[in-house]
């Protein structure tokens, strides 16, 4: 007997060594300070940071860049840029007879009836994707805060389960030593307790290293923010039951649905060629003793085409623009299955939450029970702890669903296309 209680002792001290060595190897590798928390800071502020520190902030002034670029372009009355043509005739490397030619103009290509309205529709087309982007941009950024918010949510909830179960553990041992030194409980009663209690420290160690890679997450995300949050992000869900045409992501496809369309209208151009004028002066004479004529001269250029080189050189074009239908189909398509598994999930919690509560409720109940009786000595202690961990287990199974409700609001939300 006295031998089994000193390999039990033995066993507690290797335990305990070893969890002393993961705690110094653990606050070794982790060199954060926690964030302090603030009530002025909100989802919002939270989500200006995010977009400042974006990188795809850059895209903002280059997408704006090619939108005055493409309107400037269709706001001109010639097509792209005027040339300059001379010629030189001398005949003094040949004949020599005096002949002397040079001739030089203008050109200027022109557009076609209809075509620079459709010129000033494609840089049009860009404004709108410029505009739709930017909504998108905002839309994109608030899922990421969003997300990083639940994440530290649920880091703190996992570290307040992991606190919880540790004080339940402490507060057991305290009991059970009581009950040794009257001579109620065994020293392997205590020795149970004791390797509970370094679980729960073990649970909490793990809870901190979440707690620090959510919030360097969060600092990521933010740019460095050095605080976060005092309370948790709440958010009311949205009225709407389909996803609507207004949605940031549809309109950024509309929006390119329409460049397509007016890069058929550009391919068609190009296929068909442009009209051109050319305005010059010439001054010639035959021979020596002739004098030099002046004149001046116009010429106009107007090039023929048929369907089939003008269907074939927009075939590329029309297919990209049946990819981009296809996409905004898809796409409409997948937010509304989206949207549906939400609702669907958010349903099933509302009926779900009660009955968790109340195993809850239960749970806690049996556990009082549990240490009442073993107090009275009527029970042992592996079933004190196999309630307490029940205990446990139900109040983080409560919590989780009451948590991951708030998150499926805020999904719902993103889905449809709100901003927190």
């Not at 919002?44 to 895209?59: G, Y």
């Not at 048929?306 to 269907?311: A, I, L, P, Y």
């Not at 996409?327 to 968790?356: F, G, I, K, N």
């Not at 009527?378 to 708030?406: G, K, P, W």
Request: aromatic share 4%.
């Amino acid at each position: 007997m006295k031998h089994s209680v000193l390999s039990a002792k033995r066993l507690t001290s290797c335990i305990a060594a070893v969890l002393t060595l993961a705690i110094n190897t653990q606050a070794m590798g982790i060199d954060h300070e926690p964030l302090a928390r603030s009530e002025q800071l909100d989802a919002r502020t939270v989500m200006q940071s995010a977009l400042d520190a974006a990188p795809e902030k850059a895209l903002a002034a280059s997408a704006a860049d090619q939108a005055t670029a493409y309107r400037t372009l269709g706001q001109r009355w010639i097509v792209g840029a005027p040339s300059l043509e001379a010629t030189v005739i001398n005949d003094s490397l040949l004949s020599d007879v005096g002949q002397r030619e040079l001739e030089a103009g203008l050109q200027l290509q022109l557009w076609r009836p209809g075509e620079r309205r459709d010129a000033v529709q494609r840089g049009s087309a860009y404004n709108q994707r410029t505009q739709a982007w930017q909504s998108w941009y905002q839309l994109m950024i608030a899922g990421r805060v969003r997300e990083s918010l639940a994440e530290l949510e649920q880091a703190d909830l996992v570290m307040a389960s992991a606190v919880m179960a540790q004080q339940d553990a402490s507060r057991l041992l305290d009991m059970t030593r009581r009950l040794q030194q009257a001579g109620s409980a065994a020293e392997m009663d205590v020795l149970q307790v004791e390797s509970l209690l370094l679980a729960a420290d073990k649970q909490v160690l793990d809870a901190e290293a979440m707690v620090v890679d959510a919030e360097r997450e969060y600092q990521i995300l933010t740019g460095g923010l050095t605080m976060r949050p005092a309370q948790a992000h709440r958010e009311q869900q949205n009225g709407a039951e389909e996803i609507s045409s207004s949605h940031p992501l549809i309109r950024l496809l509309q929006a390119d649905l329409q460049i397509s369309e007016a890069a058929i209208l550009n391919a068609e151009r190009q296929a068909r060629g442009s009209p051109s004028v050319q305005v010059g002066v010439r001054r010639e004479r035959g021979a020596f003793a002739q004098p030099y004529v002046e004149s001046m001269g116009v010429s106009v250029s107007i090039p023929l085409n048929s369907k089939r080189v003008v269907s074939a050189s927009t075939s590329d074009a029309r297919s990209s623009r049946t990819e981009v239908e296809v996409a905004l189909m898809r796409q409409m398509r997948d937010l509304t299955q989206q949207l549906h598994e939400v609702e669907h999930q958010l349903h099933t919690l509302e009926q779900t939450l009660p009955l968790s509560e109340r195993e809850r409720d239960l749970s806690q109940r049996q556990m009082q029970m549990a240490e009442t009786a073993f107090a009275n000595g009527e029970v042992d202690m592996t079933y004190v702890i196999r309630a307490m961990q029940q205990a446990r287990s139900a109040d983080s199974e409560f919590n989780q669903l009451q948590q991951q409700q708030q998150h499926l609001i805020s999904q719902y939300n993103q889905i449809i296309g709100v901003l927190p």
